[in-house]
Every structure is written in structure tokens, then in C-alpha cells.
């Protein structure tokens, strides 16, 4: 271990070269925090990419290899999306950002083709974990629009904008001198342009015969040995897509009519049929009426009953607001599959690769502009497989997440098992039909959990271990409110205009499994898991008034009399008294001029609440409108299963809620907070007219206003403290709330505290975020940090933990850390009752210690760390079964540190660290000395901020608005990392972004998609490892057998040498200004194949070796049979002429 002092810290900070740091001198006396070991060095530290997961966002084409069974999904920002069987899933990325437009395999040979929107080509070798461009071909003169690659060719065909097809050679990727030119492949006497190509297809029986469909309808059959057109096709209508018979005598084309015709290929005269599968058909015998377009149609065939004719669009025009359909038409029988999203593309899996087979469908893949769907076509009703992807993520917009990894192992299974009773019933029985690569060998010796929220309320938990995503529970939030069955009914007190549920703000425990969530309506809930279904007569509900005033408390006159009550910094709280409230569930409550005033923004539901096993309501906390404005959004939020506490705070102040006894424990505002120690000089405001409801949000794109108008408190009409406490046992009067079982009147926990401010100050809303929010993309500059946003101050973190919280404690007691906007930090100590019955018989008492450290800059994150620089973990209650019988139920147990701190006389035994949006500190307790002191950023400010744990130390992990991502040494704040990995383009990745220990992290990179990265060196180094195989080697099935008589008399398929067609010596050079070729980094080797580690080498060889032996005994049984079968016609042949020798001619 290497031991660390002051000048090599110094030293150190140089390391940085987008931040400015020094290091703050210890105090006289704290020599000996010199000497803490640290084990956490740089060389522990490699940022990379690890997995990405969710749906491709906004999808553009689609391939399918039938051999290797892999799904590509190309989007419209240049990605590569890679799918096997379920958790081998690959992302890559073409530099451009250029849309795919499409995609070719080559099957069973571990390559793809992409083809893009800049008219660009690219080989991704696939036989490496993770694929890479081999080679790229860019044109100059044209603009591609369609691509085809036959099977087991090497020649690709390109067809361009201006009607002409070139051919590429796709292991030089090198274009052929053969090029087939529209004025050639069209009639000469045709005066117009036939437009750009649409379609490419050899026959399937003859790979010397060329189907060209042009966008204008006509259809040419052209000869590539004679180099003309064999016959020419026309209809009046554009065309779309075409699709051969297996047999290759007819061929099919969808219109933009709506109409399908189907073409003899020796009769090009007239279609032998046209159709209009949705079209209504006149009894006149007149010609339909025009559908929408048919954009593809697939015509696939079957050894026993009739084919399959699979299309999307074609709908009748009235049919306005209908979803998409994929149409399938099997025989006499026509079934519409309405699909919840617009149709990108789809593909037919059939048995065989071979195109001159029986093509045997047995799935469709359907491309949706926001979902994957497979369905079965071999059941009947077609029913969807299930699919095994995580790409519902996006299935309500995600709001907020968290990531967790290292948490207990036997959360993940009791999730799973309350989880898998959600499932929906109804999908196809069979496997998934997309079931290609291998799984990686090396895996992660810890679980790791992703807990997302999302917009209509619901939070879903993901086992994301060994880079794998699956979700485990979904919980919907939304079931304790009314909801609205309309417009009209919507409630005139909701703050948000749409998704009044979203989730704003997570906070879980998994070892006790409590968790807290924060909506945007201004309200917390508080679930307990439980594997017991109960069902709630009625949710336990309690109502919190935060306002922040500073005249006399004035009463509603609909809402009774209230009693303010405060505490006195430093002291304990007594018992306070509040006289009944009416729910404004049944009665709304309006003050005398007619403003909403003690009615929350949501109605809770009112009917019994049926809890399925899992997440169950232990309480819902709500913010009520005061005096006409409307209650601020949440900032911040943090609960403590030991502590049986949650506290959440907004720009009015700050909120303890006992979720045991149902209690409100404080309600103040920041400044009070401070006591007399506040750093602030807040000016007071004058009073002004109470805003109507539709001006409780602003907007902060709203030019026109002044940030200071943009930014004002929603509830600053009146600046006066109103506070709801709770009444006493001797009282018969209550608090306002809904219980589902009778609970005891609590006693009130806060004294009244002297007001010793006389100026007032500025609150902050929500609206001061979304302003440094709307601001990143303009500018990233100090100048929109919180620093200039002065006295308006918001509860930006909270933090529980055991701390010497006073200068003068020896023993660590329960305290909450109260961090702010404006970088201070305060501290709240609380006295928990020890025993389980005197903690729900007993009030929480609570004191207040003042503020303990300033910094730069918003708190960000807080956590503590133990003498010897470990982080010592939060204290929690294990978790015990909620709904068990009394006799069964076990009691209690608060977890605390394994070694409790407690400190003698003049020694620090504890070190809070804090870091800001500008730096990070490191303070001893109980002396309150700045130990270390590093300033993160000048130029920008961090967005997100974590304490996390490696295997080697603990660090601070932080990610900045200018796109770093750097990592710091604990307890000396020494810089260890710092990439500049990704400029803040986006909000969301702002408001997703976080790390985990382990040296995880995550952002949300897409609205559909999850990117998860590690900073850590181990994960990089056994990355490849733990990561799936795309390709394995299989062996390619035998082509159809052509049968006695058709190789006796030339029916069958119909080779071509395109090597001789097209190569070099028979067609020439291109053009070197027709494309440009580019080599690609994955260099000639990827192209043969190598394996991606010894493991799969070996695998390789080994089935090579066998196949090898396996065709060498297969040649010695065809050379046996051969001379066997010879023998027998030298004996027959000789039979015969023996029989004939001595006859005459006439005597035959």
C-alpha cells in the first residue's frame, strides 16, 4: 500500500487538464490524516463502452440471416443494432451518422452489408465479438437506392437514383466494369426517365436472368450473358416492392393503388392477375376504388397447401385513424394484424435459404417504428412470440433512473418470482425463432439492478447483471389516484398539464427493500415489499403545507383554524397542537376570495386498493396548494429503513415525515435551517397579486421574460411559515389523512422556534432547474451555474447516516445532512427510540446543529467515510415480512456500521464527504476541519456526483456538463481519471446519467435506449471475454435436390459464372469517379475469420477437423458407389453384347 501526504497530493492534481485543483492545508493537530492508506491508483481506472440495450431508436431497415439465425436492425443515425438469441445483442456505429437504408447479409459467412442515406457502402466483419468495417465504397455521381446480394454470390448489385445497376465485388470491394444502364434496360422508344431503381432480384431458377423494377411500374427481365432485356413489364401505377414465385415463372408487384398483379414471366402483355386485397369491390364490375400503397409484399410457398401472400399498407382510405396492418394471405383466408406503431419493414423467416426451394414460412419479423414483433404463422391466429429482448423500456418515457450494482443477491430473485406473475399469457409455444451466437465465458461475481421511472407512474426494476438486461417487476405508482376519465373531468388543481403521475425522483434500500419515489404532482409514496397480497381499504394518506412566510399565519376560512408550530435550533422538540382538518378528497377547501387553498394536486382513489405481492403502499405524503399557489416541485429525497424516516425538500424548505407513526416530524424553510448562522443577506420581496393556476409552472425557453420573472416561486404571494404538526395523544384533535387501518394519535416533534430573521428571501422552483437546464445547449460556461442564481436556494441532497453531527459528541447518532443549492450544507440530528414498541409509541425528537461546511456550487452528493478512509455503509433494517401474522412476524432489527464510530478527546474518527458542482471536500468530525479540498471544474459544472466503491478503494466518481468523466481518489480527492468521453448534447443524458460501484455507470443515450460504460480497468480487460459470440460456425443446409428428370432434361436452376461475367478481364475497369473505395479498420484478417479468443479458435478448428472428416467419408461412399455402379454397367453392357455379336441387322 502506498502511503499518501499533502505534497503528493499536489502533485497529483496536475493530472488534470480541464479542471483547476489545490489542495487545501490541514489544520494544526490533524497530522495523522496524513497517514491514511489509499489503494485506489489510475491504473485502476479505463473508460469504455460496455453494452447498449433497449429498441433501436427510429429504426430505418432490416436483415435477417437464415443460417446463423441473427437479426441487424439499421436506425436513422448511422447505428447497427445486432440481435442472437437472447442476451447476445451487439451496437455499432457508422461515423457518418448517415441513415441505413438497408442491409444485406452474407449468409453463413459472418459479414454484413450496409448501405446509407450519403450513398456509402460498408463491410462489418461479424466474426469478431465486436464488429468492424472491413471496407467501404462511396459514390460520387449517384445516389443509391437499392442493394441486393444473391445467395452464396460475391457480386452485389447497386441500383441507383438515375435508374442505372452497378456491381460491386464484396471482397475487394471494387465496382465491375459490367454496369446495366436505364436506357438500355427500358424500350427505346420510351421518352421519359422509367425513375429511380426500386427492386433487384435474380430469378430463382435462373441466376443469368435480372428482375429490375423502376419506380415509374416498369418491370425488366434482363439477361446479364447477352446483355439486353428479355422482356419488359408495364403498369400504370408505381411501384413498390416485387417478390418471386419459388419456381421463378411468376413474379409479383405491389402498387401505390393498393393493388398487387401477378405476372407470368413469358407473357409480359398484361398481368395473369390483379387484385386490391382491401379495396371495395363495385358490384358494376367497375375498377375498385384506390387503397393506400402497398409499400412490400412477400410471396412465400409450401410443400403441402396453399402459399402465403404477406404484405403492409394497402388500406382503404377511409379507413382514417386505423393502425398499421400487416395483411397475411394464406389460400381463400385473409387475417389483418393491426400493430400498435407504424410499420418501418418486415421479413419472412422460412426453412430454407435457398430462393428456388419451398420456401416453408414459419414466422414474420415486423419492424415497428417503436417495438419488435414476431409472429407465428405455423398456429393458428397467428399469436406473437414472446420476445425475449429488453426493448420495452421506452414503453412509457423514461423520467428518471438509478443504478445499483453490488446490491444483495436475494433481492434479484425476490423480484423475479412477484415479478414473473405479471407476465401476459397468449404467446406462441415455441422457442424464439432469433436464436443465433453464444453467450460470453467470463461473467461479474456481483448483482447488479436498474431501476427505472417512467412518465405514466410506473417504475420497472432490470437485473442487469453479467452485461445482460432483463426486467424483473414492474410497479405501477398511478393505482392510489383517481385518474381521470376524460378532458373534461381533469382536476383543476393538477400542476402539470400532461402525465401528472410521471416519476420524478427515486430512492430505494435493497437491503431492506423500502422504496420512496417522488411524482411530479408534488407527492411521495413510501411502498414496503411484501410476497402477501392484502388489499388496502384505504390509503393511508398525510398532507403537508410547505410554505415559507414571514408574516403572521393567516387561517382559510374553509380550512379551520391552524396552530403554527417551530423548533428552536439546537433544542428538542415538544409536543405542538393542530386543530382538524377537512380531507379535500370529500370537501374543497377555498379561502375567502375563491383560491384553492389545503386541497392537494391529486385525488386519491377512494374504492379499496388490491395489492398484488410486491411493492405496497406503507403511506402517501402530499403537498397541498396554499393560498391559490400551487405546491413546488420536489428536489430531493432520501429514506432510512433504520430510521423509519423519509425527508424530501423543494425550493419552500425541508420536510421529515415519520413513516411509521404517520407523523410529520419538521417542516421548515432553508433559512431557518441556518439559524443564526446564515451566510445569505436575503432580501425581502414585496407581497403581489396570487397568480391563477395556469401561471404555477414557467416556462424557461420563454424568451420574452427576465430570468428573474421566468424564475419565481410558485407559492411567494404571501411570505409568511405555515407549518402542519401533528396533534398530541391528550388531544382529541387530528391530523389530516386517510388510513387503511386505525392509527393512534402522534405527538408533535417540533418546538415553536423565535423568528431571529427579519428579512425575507427567495425561494427556488422547479423552474430554476429547467433554466441551468435549457441553458446546457447554449452554453456550458460558469455563468449558468447555481453560483448565478444567487439567494434563491433549493434542498438540492439529502443524506442520512450515523455522524458525530456536533463538535462536541463522542458517540455517532442519527443525523440527516441537509445539503442546498447555494452549497451549504447543514446537519440534523435525531433521536430515534431504541426498541420497537417505544418507536411506535415515542416521537423522533429533533435538533438542529447549523451549517457545517460551504462549497461552490449546488450539493450534489454527501457520504461518509470511517478513520481508516473506508466508506461506511448506511445503516438499514433488514427486511422482514410486512403482512406476517404477529407470532410470525420477526421483530425488528436496526443494522448499524460494523464498528460503531465513536471518538475520544480531540481526535477525529469520521470524514464527511461533500461534493458540489464546482468541488469536492472532505471534512473531519467532529472538529469540522477541512481536511482536503479539490475544485473540480472552473470552466463547467457537474451534473452528477457519486461515492462509489472499487475492488481496489473507494473513490468519487463525477460526470460534468463539458462531457468529462473523471474519478477521484478517497479520502485525498487526488484526480485518478479524467476522459473527456461526452459533450452534453442532450438533457436527457443529463437527468439519466449515474454511477455504481463495481465501476458502472449508465445514461439513457436514446428515448428507447440504455448505454451502460464502466471506468473500471478489470471490467475492460475481461470485456471480450464477457462478451457474446455473433457468428458460430454451422454448416450451410444442401441445396434442393433437382430431381431425375429435371437434370435429364435442363428444368432445373440455372448457374452463372458471375466471376467470368463480371471480373476484370471480361468486363473491365470502372470508372475511378463513379465511387471512391475506403479500406476499413478492420484490416483483411477480419475478413477470413479470426477468432476472437483461444476458446472459440479451438472451437473453430475442432468443427473444421469434423467437417473435413465427415466430407472425406461422404467422398469415399460416393467413389465406392460410383465403382460399384460402373462395375454393373461394364457387366450389363457386356451381357448385351454378347446377346448381340452373331445376329444379323434383320434379326434385331
Known amino acids: 500500500m502506498k502511503k499518501f501526504n499533502i505534497r503528493k497530493v499536489l502533485d497529483g492534481l496536475t493530472a488534470s487538464s480541464s479542471s483547476s485543483s489545490a489542495a487545501a492545508s490541514p489544520p494544526s493537530g490533524s497530522r495523522e490524516n496524513d497517514m491514511i492508506q489509499e489503494t485506489l491508483q489510475s491504473e485502476h481506472f479505463q473508460l469504455c463502452k460496455t453494452l447498449r440495450h433497449g429498441f433501436p431508436y427510429q429504426p430505418s431497415s432490416m436483415a435477417f440471416d437464415p443460417v446463423q439465425k441473427i437479426l441487424a436492425i439499421g436506425t436513422q443515425n448511422g447505428a447497427l443494432r445486432l440481435f442472437g438469441r437472447a442476451g447476445v445483442e451487439c451496437y455499432c456505429q457508422h461515423e457518418s451518422g448517415s441513415a441505413v437504408i438497408q442491409l444485406e447479409f452474407l449468409v453463413n459467412e459472418g459479414a454484413l452489408v450496409s448501405a446509407l442515406a450519403d450513398d456509402s457502402i460498408h463491410l462489418w466483419n461479424l466474426r469478431q465479438k465486436i464488429p468492424a468495417i472491413l471496407h467501404s465504397l462511396k459514390f460520387n455521381r449517384e445516389r443509391i437506392t437499392f442493394c441486393h446480394l444473391p445467395f452464396q454470390s460475391k457480386w452485389l448489385y447497386v441500383g441507383t437514383e438515375r435508374g442505372n445497376i452497378h456491381i460491386v465485388n464484396v471482397e475487394s470491394f471494387t465496382l465491375s466494369g459490367y454496369v446495366i444502364m436505364w436506357n438500355k434496360a427500358i424500350e427505346l422508344s420510351s421518352k421519359s426517365h422509367p425513375g429511380p431503381v426500386v427492386h433487384i432480384s435474380d430469378n430463382p431458377m435462373d441466376e443469368g436472368k435480372l428482375l429490375i423494377g423502376f419506380e415509374c411500374g416498369i418491370v425488366v427481365l434482363w439477361d446479364l450473358k447477352s446483355k439486353k432485356a428479355d422482356y419488359r413489364y408495364n403498369y400504370d401505377e408505381a411501384i413498390h416492392s416485387v417478390a418471386w414465385h419459388h419456381e421463378g415463372k411468376q413474379f409479383v408487384c405491389s402498387h401505390s393503388d393498393g393493388t398487387l398483379t401477378t405476372w407470368n414471366v413469358r407473357i409480359p402483355a398484361k398481368p395473369a392477375q390483379i387484385i386490391t386485397p382491401h379495396g371495395k369491390q363495385p358490384k358494376d364490375g367497375k375498377k375498385p376504388e384506390p387503397c393506400k400503397p402497398i409499400l412490400k409484399v412477400e410471396y412465400k410457398t409450401t410443400r403441402v397447401g396453399e402459399p402465403f401472400m404477406i404484405l403492409c399498407g394497402g388500406l382503404s382510405y377511409d379507413t382514417v385513424g386505423r393502425r398499421a396492418c400487416l395483411t397475411v394471405m394464406h389460400g381463400k383466408s385473409t387475417a389483418v394484424l393491426e400493430m400498435d406503431y407504424s410499420i418501418v419493414d418486415f421479413l419472412t423467416l422460412c426453412e430454407t435459404p435457398y430462393p428456388n426451394d419451398f420456401q416453408e414460412p414459419y414466422a414474420v419479423v415486423v419492424l415497428l417504428e417503436k417495438d419488435l414483433v414476431v409472429i407465428d404463422l405455423a398456429q393458428i391466429g397467428y399469436p406473437i412470440f414472446e420476445n425475449p429482448y429488453p426493448l420495452s423500456i421506452h414503453e412509457s418515457p423514461v423520467t428518471c433512473c438509478e443504478y445499483y450494482a453490488d446490491c444483495p443477491a436475494e433481492i434479484i430473485p425476490a423480484l423475479y418470482s412477484v415479478g414473473s406473475k405479471q407476465k401476459r399469457q397468449g404467446f406462441s409455444?415455441?422457442?424464439?425463432?432469433?436464436?443465433?451466437?453464444?453467450?460470453?465465458?467470463?461473467?461479474?461475481?456481483?448483482?447488479?439492478?436498474?431501476?427505472?421511472?417512467?412518465?405514466?407512474?410506473?417504475?420497472?426494476?432490470?437485473?442487469?447483471?453479467?452485461?445482460?438486461?432483463?426486467?424483473?417487476?414492474?410497479?405501477?405508482?398511478?393505482?392510489?389516484?383517481?385518474?381521470?376519465?376524460?378532458?373534461?373531468?381533469?382536476?383543476?388543481?393538477?400542476?402539470?398539464?400532461?402525465?401528472?403521475?410521471?416519476?420524478?425522483?427515486?430512492?430505494?434500500?435493497?437491503?431492506?427493500?423500502?422504496?420512496?419515489?417522488?411524482?411530479?404532482?408534488?407527492?411521495?409514496?413510501?411502498?414496503?415489499?411484501?410476497?402477501?397480497?392484502?388489499?388496502?381499504?384505504?390509503?393511508?394518506?398525510?398532507?403537508?403545507?410547505?410554505?415559507?412566510?414571514?408574516?403572521?399565519?393567516?387561517?382559510?376560512?374553509?380550512?379551520?383554524?391552524?396552530?403554527?408550530?417551530?423548533?428552536?435550533?439546537?433544542?428538542?422538540?415538544?409536543?405542538?397542537?393542530?386543530?382538524?382538518?377537512?380531507?379535500?378528497?370529500?370537501?374543497?377547501?377555498?379561502?375567502?376570495?375563491?383560491?384553492?387553498?389545503?386541497?392537494?394536486?391529486?385525488?386519491?382513489?377512494?374504492?379499496?386498493?388490491?395489492?398484488?405481492?410486491?411493492?405496497?403502499?406503507?403511506?402517501?405524503?402530499?403537498?397541498?396548494?396554499?393560498?391559490?399557489?400551487?405546491?413546488q416541485q420536489i428536489t430531493s429525497l432520501a429514506v432510512n429503513s433504520a430510521y423509519g424516516l423519509v425527508a424530501f425538500g423543494n425550493g419552500n424548505g425541508l420536510a421529515v415525515v415519520d413513516y411509521l407513526q404517520?407523523?410529520?416530524?419538521?417542516?421548515?424553510?432553508?433559512?431557518?435551517?441556518?439559524?443564526?448562522?446564515?451566510?445569505?443577506?436575503?432580501?425581502?420581496?414585496?407581497?403581489?397579486?396570487?397568480?391563477?393556476?395556469?401561471?404555477?409552472?414557467?416556462?424557461?425557453?420563454?424568451?420574452?421574460?427576465?430570468?428573474?420573472?421566468?424564475?419565481?416561486?410558485?407559492?411567494?404571494?404571501?411570505?409568511?411559515?405555515?407549518?402542519?404538526?401533528?396533534?398530541?395523544?391528550?388531544?382529541?384533535?387530528?391530523?389530516?389523512?386517510?388510513?387503511?387501518?386505525?392509527?393512534?394519535?402522534?405527538?408533535?416533534?417540533?418546538?415553536?422556534?423565535?423568528?431571529?430573521?427579519?428579512?425575507?428571501?427567495?425561494?427556488?422552483?422547479?423552474?430554476?432547474?429547467?433554466?441551468?437546464?435549457?441553458?446546457?445547449?447554449?452554453?456550458?460556461?460558469?455563468?449558468?451555474?447555481?453560483?448565478?442564481?444567487?439567494?434563491?436556494?433549493?434542498?438540492?441532497?439529502?443524506?442520512?447516516?450515523?455522524?458525530?453531527?456536533?463538535?462536541?459528541?463522542?458517540?455517532?447518532?442519527?443525523?440527516?445532512?441537509?445539503?442546498?443549492?447555494?452549497?451549504?450544507?447543514?446537519?440534523?440530528?435525531?433521536?430515534?427510540?431504541?426498541?420497537?414498541?417505544?418507536?411506535?409509541?415515542?416521537?423522533?425528537?429533533?435538533?438542529?446543529?447549523?451549517?457545517?461546511?460551504?462549497?461552490?456550487?449546488?450539493?450534489?452528493?454527501?457520504?461518509?467515510?470511517?478513520?481508516?478512509?473506508?466508506?461506511?455503509?448506511?445503516?438499514?433494517?433488514?427486511?422482514?415480512?410486512?403482512?406476517?401474522?404477529?407470532?410470525?412476524?420477526?421483530?425488528?432489527?436496526?443494522?448499524?456500521?460494523?464498528?460503531?464510530?465513536?471518538?475520544?478527546?480531540?481526535?477525529?474518527?469520521?470524514?464527511?464527504?461533500?461534493?458540489?458542482?464546482?468541488?469536492?471536500?472532505?471534512?473531519?468530525?467532529?472538529?469540522?476541519?477541512?481536511?482536503?479540498?479539490?475544485?473540480?471544474?472552473?470552466?463547467?459544472?457537474?451534473?452528477?456526483?457519486?461515492?462509489?466503491?472499487?475492488?481496489?478503494?473507494?473513490?468519487?466518481?463525477?460526470?460534468?456538463?463539458?462531457?468529462?468523466?473523471?474519478?477521484?481518489?478517497?479520502p485525498s480527492l487526488r484526480p485518478l481519471l479524467d476522459v473527456n468521453y461526452l459533450p452534453l448534447t442532450d438533457m436527457r443524458i443529463a437527468r439519466t446519467f449515474c454511477f455504481s460501484n463495481q465501476g458502472q455507470a449508465m445514461y439513457l443515450t436514446s428515448p428507447t435506449e440504455i448505454q451502460r460504460i464502466t471506468y473500471s480497468q478489470e471490467t475492460c480487460d475481461n470485456l471480450q471475454e464477457m462478451l457474446g459470440e455473433l457468428f458460430t460456425p454451422v454448416e450451410t443446409p444442401e441445396a434442393p435436390n433437382r430431381g431425375f428428370f429435371k437434370g435429364l432434361f435442363g428444368g432445373g436452376a440455372q448457374s452463372l459464372d458471375r466471376e467470368d461475367l463480371f471480373g476484370e478481364v471480361t468486363a473491365g475497369k470502372a470508372s475511378?469517379?463513379?465511387?471512391?473505395?475506403?479500406?476499413?479498420?478492420?484490416?483483411?484478417?477480419?475478413?477470413?475469420?479470426?477468432?476472437?479468443?483461444?476458446?472459440?479458435?479451438?472451437?473453430?478448428?475442432?468443427?473444421?477437423?469434423d467437417e473435413r472428416g465427415q466430407k472425406l467419408g461422404e467422398l469415399e461412399e460416393r467413389t465406392a458407389a460410383m465403382m460399384s455402379s460402373a462395375d454393373s454397367f461394364s457387366k450389363h453392357a457386356h451381357d448385351i453384347m454378347l446377346k448381340y455379336k452373331d445376329k444379323k441387322w434383320y434379326q434385331l
Not at 382559510?556 to 397542537?577: F, H, L, M, R, Y
Not at 436496526?894 to 474518527?909: F, G, H, I, Y
Not at 484490416?1083 to 468443427?1103: D, F, H, N, Y
Request: proline share 7%; aromatic share 6%.
Open 429 to 631: 409455444k415455441k422457442e424464439w425463432p432469433i436464436s443465433g451466437g453464444n453467450w460470453g465465458q467470463g461473467t461479474l461475481s456481483f448483482s447488479e439492478i436498474i431501476v427505472t421511472g417512467h412518465a405514466d407512474g410506473s417504475i420497472k426494476f432490470w437485473d442487469s447483471s453479467a452485461l445482460m438486461l432483463q426486467v424483473l417487476y414492474k410497479l405501477k405508482t398511478a393505482k392510489v389516484f383517481e385518474k381521470p376519465r376524460s378532458k373534461e373531468e381533469k382536476s383543476t388543481t393538477d400542476i402539470v398539464d400532461e402525465d401528472p403521475f410521471a416519476i420524478q425522483i427515486l430512492s430505494w434500500c435493497p437491503e431492506s427493500r423500502v422504496l420512496c419515489v417522488a411524482g411530479v404532482s408534488a407527492h411521495v409514496i413510501v411502498y414496503r415489499f411484501s410476497k402477501q397480497e392484502v388489499t388496502t381499504e384505504e390509503v393511508q394518506l398525510l398532507e403537508v403545507r410547505m410554505q415559507c412566510e414571514l408574516n403572521e399565519v393567516e387561517s382559510p376560512e374553509g380550512g379551520g383554524e391552524q396552530a403554527s408550530a417551530v423548533s428552536t435550533p439546537g433544542t428538542s422538540s415538544s409536543p405542538q397542537t393542530s386543530l382538524p382538518q377537512s380531507h379535500p378528497s370529500t370537501s374543497s377547501n377555498n379561502s375567502s376570495d375563491g383560491l384553492r387553498d389545503n386541497v392537494p394536486c391529486l385525488k386519491v382513489r377512494s374504492s379499496p386498493l388490491k395489492q398484488s405481492p410486491g411493492y405496497q403502499v406503507e403511506l402517501l405524503i402530499q403537498l397541498v396548494w396554499v393560498s391559490g399557489e400551487p405546491p
Open 662 to 970: 404517520k407523523t410529520l416530524l419538521l417542516n421548515m424553510s432553508t433559512a431557518e435551517l441556518y439559524g443564526s448562522t446564515d451566510p445569505h443577506h436575503r432580501q425581502p420581496r414585496s407581497p403581489r397579486k396570487a397568480r391563477q393556476p395556469s401561471a404555477g409552472f414557467c416556462d424557461g425557453n420563454d424568451a420574452s421574460a427576465t430570468p428573474e420573472e421566468r424564475c419565481k416561486s410558485p407559492t411567494s404571494a404571501k411570505i409568511s411559515r405555515k407549518i402542519n404538526m401533528i396533534a398530541d395523544q391528550k388531544d382529541e384533535r387530528r391530523v389530516r389523512r386517510h388510513c387503511s387501518l386505525p392509527i393512534k394519535k402522534q405527538q408533535s416533534c417540533v418546538k415553536e422556534m423565535k423568528r431571529k430573521h427579519a428579512a425575507s428571501f427567495r425561494e427556488t422552483s422547479l423552474c430554476d432547474l429547467n433554466a441551468r437546464d435549457n441553458s446546457f445547449s447554449r452554453s456550458r460556461s460558469s455563468s449558468v451555474t447555481s453560483i448565478d442564481r444567487e439567494s434563491r436556494e433549493v434542498v438540492s441532497s439529502l443524506y442520512f447516516c450515523d455522524s458525530l453531527s456536533k463538535k462536541s459528541e463522542t458517540l455517532a447518532v442519527p443525523s440527516l445532512w441537509v445539503g442546498t443549492s447555494l452549497g451549504g450544507m447543514m446537519a440534523i440530528t435525531l433521536s430515534v427510540p431504541s426498541t420497537p414498541e417505544q418507536r411506535m409509541q415515542q416521537p423522533v425528537a429533533v435538533s438542529f446543529c447549523g451549517s457545517v461546511v460551504r462549497l461552490k456550487g449546488g450539493i450534489l452528493r454527501m457520504a461518509q467515510l470511517d478513520a481508516s478512509g473506508t466508506l461506511l455503509p448506511h445503516v438499514y433494517e433488514p427486511w422482514y415480512e410486512p403482512n406476517a401474522p404477529e407470532e410470525e412476524r420477526e421483530p425488528p432489527r436496526r443494522r448499524r456500521p460494523t464498528s460503531p464510530p465513536s471518538s475520544q478527546e480531540n481526535q477525529d474518527c469520521q470524514y464527511i464527504v461533500v461534493c458540489s458542482e464546482k468541488q469536492a471536500k472532505v471534512v473531519a468530525l467532529p472538529s469540522q476541519n477541512f481536511i482536503y479540498e479539490h475544485n473540480i471544474t472552473e470552466a463547467s459544472f457537474v451534473l452528477r456526483a457519486d461515492v462509489v466503491t472499487m475492488t481496489s478503494g473507494v473513490g468519487l466518481a463525477c460526470f460534468c456538463a463539458n462531457g468529462h468523466i473523471m474519478t477521484l481518489s478517497l
Open 1072 to 1105: 475511378r469517379s463513379l465511387a471512391q473505395h475506403i479500406p476499413g479498420p478492420g484490416g483483411m484478417e477480419g475478413m477470413k475469420g479470426a477468432a476472437s479468443g483461444v476458446v472459440g479458435e479451438l472451437a473453430r478448428a475442432r468443427i473444421a477437423l
